[in-house]
């Protein structure tokens, strides 16, 4: 080490790319650790909590790409109340403050407010990718202040957030001498866009590669936006409705047929079905597919789009696919590595949802696949081996049975033996979802089998202690861990406390944990925030130790207690 | 024969205050809305029922079969809550948000949120309760009741097969309370949850964000131009003379001879009225063949609109090409179906 310069050093590093190995190399010795920070421009923040601006500013004077998390993953089923916290306000502000020279900044699950929007592009001048994931508090005025001022902006891309859309004008705030668009994504905004305003953006971006479009945009627009980029790679339909014989319709088919680089296509927000066929020359070049929000997308018309997509790698799709259409992905999508099936109609007993049929059905045809997201009427324990004896590659698996504690229907025995199989033999493992009915055993096999397993979701599930205790005592790289509604009490979660400090956090609800239990973990470890989660109007009263918590997040932290909390969040 | 659904708007599926507004308002017609195993006459069912009041409501929990899932109310855990929320629990049982009659305890939202543990021990006894109906399979239309799509008035299989013999007797085949107890909504309204899957509070685990977009487009599918959701297709139904709309999923039959069948069964009350008013002397029930004279007799045509906006005599197009374009349902007296398309 002591061979070389610094700088060479450093031009090493450039190599090292990973959050992991970068953090590795600088835990090597203090001359690495040093010259890692200067060089370091990425940085990943898995708990916005966890670490404070300050501290990150200080430490990475050359930063220029931050991602933050915020809420914990349960949030996004609303077990979370609405102001936890998660706030992006105060890390845009320190940044600002600082002489970073921010350029990329990439969110998920935080709440996001139009003035954090605004200090964001009026502080970084070089300010090129915004990211936003599974965020809430702003709206399009927030939007209009990054497109009016950002003038080397890059990425713009919203996915799945709640935003309050106060109608199209933000489009036009970009001003014609912006031409750096390589990526546009606000599929996910409810509102009205200014059509004309979109046309001329398009046209003056040569460079864009990704376009995702929102159900106002309608046909005849897409068709004039696809002929001025025919360079796209990623595309997003929005409104896919038409008059299959009508002149836009013609145009269309031709404006398709010239987008020869498209690779991924989702979209389709409303659908005519009977005009999927103008799509047909696209799909064969297709690597990833999704069609998650069409409902209205489905039976033979569906299978024949299917049937065209023979080099697809990623398909996500609703469950009115159905048993047989996944079939048809099973004959046709030999390249397929993940696959999610989302519900179309998640609380009822839809009689289009799929089975464990579907499931074996693809992985039998498709042995490439390595993730999965399942949700599914039933499962069976002969088809989650099936499963595992097909697909040894799984690195996520995750299933979702509708009814949470559904024992095989055929056996009427739990479903630990099913899981069981897929830890054994997916070594490669490193997220798990599991549903259905479960007792203590099957995290008997998880902790014996499940090595490298990051991420554990369980809900309803287990009979008693033991089954968190296997998971503790035998995940080693365990990072994540959410529990709902599973008879853990104090015994398991006081077992190991030290292990939690070798985690990223640790989400338990509806189990049967103590206020008691959670005071003697937060003593005990003051690297940890043990934070008791009310419900949002509840009142003040006292809680005797002996109570059983609702709902208990613990993280591990270098900054001690967060004083963003609202009321109902109690920090032990 | 397939059951008939209640259709509700499928905006409030992700919303608890509307569907228990409609609930509450049905009620207050004094309908049975969830008969449709159609194990009673609709117009004869015991009032008596429906629980009007929490002491009622207690009872009906007590006797009913439950997976015991978030929100059953295992003993401990109820003085627990008037431990912590005094006041509050007092308050929401005497007002129950929803109507109890499936003993649903509309209790606090604590005990929704608290509540959500539910005795392990219970959840396995009513697993093998369950079990024990599977085998016998005997449990009439829970069958039918696979098919039911919509939101809010279907349920899981197993709390069905379940609810078996509580549901002969009490003629509630399916939790009509099938709402999402919704985080943000609790502090609208909250409806304790009971065995229903649908009530379980943030499950299945899908992002709001997904369930909001898919809802809305579904509703727009269905309600504005006709055009199929995933797997539901609900249309109203009218009825010359009858107080108020039916509404009918019709991907749940798959010939025009089911389809009339079911409106036979859903309306029957209002031609019985009918029979009545013409001296039928106080016949409780009407034998089917009758029922059937009525409606396919000279009394009633079924008619529909469709996607153009003209009424049309039902029974022309084939089956498939029917449910494409057939926008609202009406059966109207066959005096005034005179000049549709014969």
Redo the contacts between chains.
Sequence with gaps: MNYFPDEVLEHVFDFITSHKDRNSVSLVCKSWYKIERYSRQRVFIGNCYSISPERLIARFPGLKSLTLKGKPH?A???????DWGGFVYPWIKALAKSPIGLEELRLKRMVVSDESLELLSKSFVNFKSLVLV?CEGFTTDGLAAIAANCRFLRELDLQ???VDDHRGHWLSCFPESCTSLISLNFA?LRGEVNLGALERLVSRSPNLKSLRLNRAVPLDTLQKLLMRAPQLVDLGIGSYVHDPFSEVYNKLKIAIQRCKSIRSLSGF??VAPHCMSAIYPICGNLTFLNL??A??L?GNKLMKLIQHCRKLQRLWI?D?IGDKGLGVVALTCKELQELRV???????????AVTEEGLVLVSAGCPKLNSLLY?CQQMTNAALITVAKNCPNFIRFRL?I??????DPVT?QPLDEGFGAIVQSCKGLKRL?LSG?LTDQVFLYIGMYAEQLEML?I??AA?SDKGMLYVLNGCKKLRKLEI??C?FGDAALLEDVGKYETMRSLWM????VTLGGCKSVAEKMPSLNVEIIG????ME?NLDDK??V??MYLYRTLVGHRKDAPEYVSIL | MSPLLLGVEEEG?SRVSSPSVECISQNGLGIREWNYLGLSDFCSVDSSGVPDDNGNNLNLKATELR?G??GSQSPERET?HCF?NSGKLDEKTLFPLLPSKDGICSSS??SV??G???G?SE?KGT?YTE?KW?GHGAVPDSQS????????Y?????SVKKDGPANLIQEQPCTSN?T?V???D??NNSSAPTAN??Q????????????K??TT??K??DEVDG??????LFVKVSMDGAPYLRKVDL?MYSTYQELSSALEKMFSCFTLGQCGAHGTPGKESLSESKLKDLLHGSEYVLTYEDKDGDWMLVGDVPWEMFIETCRRLKIMKSADAIGLGK
Excluded at chain 1, 345 to 352: C, E, I, V
Excluded at chain 2, 200 to 211: A, C, K, L
Excluded at chain 2, 227 to 232: E, F, L, N, R
């Design positions: 349960f996004d089923f609303n077990l979370v109340p609405h599974s799945e957030n709640e996910c927000l409303e998650s929000y409902p209205g489905h609703l009115c989302f519900p179309s109609d998640p609380f009822g007993a839809g009689n289009a949700f979702c509708l009814d949470p504690i559904k024992p009427s979802s009915l979701s809900a309803f009979d709902r509604d008879p609800s509806s189990c049967e419900e949002s109007e509840q009263f109570q059983k609702d709902k | 599926q997976l899932l978030p627990e912590l939202q604590k949120v608290t959500n543990k539910r392990f959840v697993i079990k599977m009741l696979q098919p039911v799509s919509h939101g809010k279907s349920v899981a299989q197993a099938g999402k919704n985080r943000t609790i502090s899957r649908a379980v509070v943030g499950w299945p685990p899908i992002r709001s964000f997904r369930t977009t898919l487009s579904s727009n599918n055009k199929p959701g995933p797997g539901t991907r």
